[in-house]
Antibody, heavy 120, light 108 residues
Framework: QITLKESGPTLVKPTQTLTLTCTFSGFSLSTSGVGVGWIRQPPGKALEWLALIYWDDDKRYSPSLKSRLTITKDTSKNQVVLTMTNMDPVDTATYYCAQKRPRGGDYDYWGQGTLVTVSS | EIVMTQSPATLSVSPGERATLSCRAS??????LAWYQQKPGQAPRLLIY???TRATGIPARFSGSGSGTEFTLTISSLQSEDFAVYYCQQYNNWPPLTFGQGTRLEIK
């Protein structure tokens, strides 16, 4: 059974750095073809893809946010970490981590999401 | 960046009837398109990938069609649990992966 769960602060101040952790089970991020990504959703709005890390440590970022994002993995802990610098109120959203379907670009397993509010 | 446009924004359909949702890409995405269902307070759920392949456990009343720039998600006979927001997503040309703005399917 594949599960993912996001964790991190629920409230950050403007200009601070956000660090979110995705802890997963049921698969290994050392298996060829496996990838874990982050997607966010502002309240009442659409989904926005942020970043993806592959089993071989290859990384992809949204071009519009690339300068602010870093994605890393700890295979031994079954975790993927996303950091986003210089947080702004417009970054208030539910942040999801999800497993990319092998050989596809869609995401077939999602965490429950974690709401991050950016406010002073 | 490929822009995905969904229509209509809101669709009102009676239970038992057919629902047809549309998604258009700003340039060809071949068949590299997925559909998701999202209910309030829940994560998205993958319904369709490869434009027409149902994901594991998805009922046969959900079907996807199209290629290139025009795609359709059809729900053949709406059940009460199908009323939700639906998103399309392209993965042909990325980053970034891009989603449509969603179609809200509501009870008529």
């Amino acid at each position: 059974q594949i599960t993912l769960k996001e964790s991190g602060p629920t409230l950050v101040k403007p200009t601070q750095t956000l660090t979110l952790t995705c802890t997963f089970s049921g698969f290994s991020l050392s298996t060829s073809g496996v990838g874990v990504g982050w997607i966010r959703q502002p309240p009442g709005k659409a989904l926005e893809w942020l970043a993806l890390i592959y089993w071989d440590d290859d990384k992809r970022y949204s071009p519009s946010l690339k300068s602010r994002l870093t994605i890393t993995k700890d295979t031994s802990k079954n975790q993927v970490v996303l950091t986003m610098t210089n947080m702004d109120p417009v970054d208030t959203a539910t942040y999801y981590c999800a497993q990319k379907r092998p050989r596809g670009g869609d995401y077939d397993y999602w965490g429950q999401g974690t709401l991050v509010t950016v406010s002073s | 960046e490929i822009v995905m446009t969904q229509s209509p924004a809101t669709l009102s359909v009676s239970p038992g009837e057919r629902a047809t949702l549309s998604c258009r890409a700003s340039q060809s995405v071949s068949s590299n398109l997925a559909w998701y269902q999202q209910k309030p307070g829940q994560a998205p759920r993958l319904l369709i990938y490869g434009a027409s392949t149902r994901a594991t456990g998805i009922p046969a009343r959900f079907s996807g069609s199209g290629s290139g720039t025009e795609f359709t998600l059809t729900i053949s006979s709406l059940q009460s649990e199908d009323f939700a927001v639906y998103y399309c997503q392209q993965y042909n040309n990325w980053p970034p992966l891009t989603f449509g703005q969603g179609t809200r399917l509501e009870i008529k």
